[in-house]
T-cell receptor, first 115, second 110 residues
Framework: NAGVMQNPRHLVRRRGQEARLRCSPMKGHSHVYWYRQLPEEGLKFMVYLQKENIIDESGMPKERFSAEFPKEGPSILRIQQVVRGDSAAYFC?????????????FGPGTRLTVL | SQQGEEDPQALSIQEGENATMNCSYKTSINNLQWYRQNSGRGLVHLILIRSNEREKHSGRLRVTLDTSKKSSSLLITASRAADTASYFCATQGGSEKLVFGKGTKLTVNP
């Protein structure tokens, strides 16, 4: 059973470009979470999605960031017009159910560098 | 807002010694989880302890939870060089999101 897959593992963008991060949850998991980690910091929640629904986006910046989890295919975290402050590691996690009392399994992360 | 706060921020011990890391949190929780992160890698789930549990074991790991003090501890016994990593506590309250602390960086010297 493959774990949570994220790609790319490393992404370099220039200021103003778009970044698209992909996450494929574990088989059988229909709940996806995105977290961001700044250097030397813990992870901060961004958004929680189920198939075709955003359940909680309380941690997402209001502008430039969006997330989706379509019926088919991976979850996508999209950052438009990236700025240097977006440089961070972005982790995706998945769980089989609503996750309120359930383990979330993390992917290896995408490390975004904005030049 | 940051919920869990681990201490110490950094811990250096010799192989074979025990390592204890603490975590404090502010609001009521459903459960508390500990994760390990090797440098530049993803997170590995270690153990989940529910709010109605006081202690849990998994191999060389022992976790305690004191909800009256809003604190938890992670004990790694007979540490090995391979235990070198950052350790994070994360809490879950009334929603699905995990709220992480800043972590304890553990170094186990051979």
């Amino acid at each position: 059973n493959a774990g949570v897959m994220q790609n790319p593992r490393h992404l370099v963008r220039r200021r103003g470009q778009e970044a698209r991060l992909r996450c494929s949850p574990m088989k059988g998991h229909s709940h996806v979470y995105w977290y961001r980690q700044l250097p030397e910091e813990g992870l901060k929640f961004m958004v929680y999605l189920q198939k075709e629904n955003i359940i909680d986006e309380s941690g997402m910046p209001k502008e430039r960031f969006s997330a989706e989890f379509p019926k088919e295919g991976p979850s996508i975290l999209r950052i438009q017009q990236v700025v240097r402050g977006d440089s961070a590691a972005y982790f995706c996690a998945s769980s089989p159910s609503n996750g309120r009392d359930d383990t979330q399994y993390f992917g290896p992360g995408t490390r975004l560098t904005v030049l | 807002s940051q919920q869990g706060e681990e201490d110490p921020q950094a811990l250096s011990i010799q192989e074979g010694e025990n390592a204890t890391m603490n975590c404090s949190y502010k609001t009521s929780i459903n459960n508390l989880q500990w994760y390990r992160q090797n440098s530049g890698r993803g997170l590995v789930h270690l153990i989940l302890i529910r709010s109605n549990e006081r202690e849990k074991h998994s191999g060389r790991l022992r976790v305690t939870l004191d909800t009256s003090k809003k604190s938890s501890s992670l004990l790694i016994t007979a540490s090995r060089a391979a235990d070198t990593a950052s350790y994070f506590c994360a809490t879950q309250g009334g929603s699905e999101k995990l709220v992480f602390g800043k972590g304890t960086k553990l170094t186990v010297n051979p």
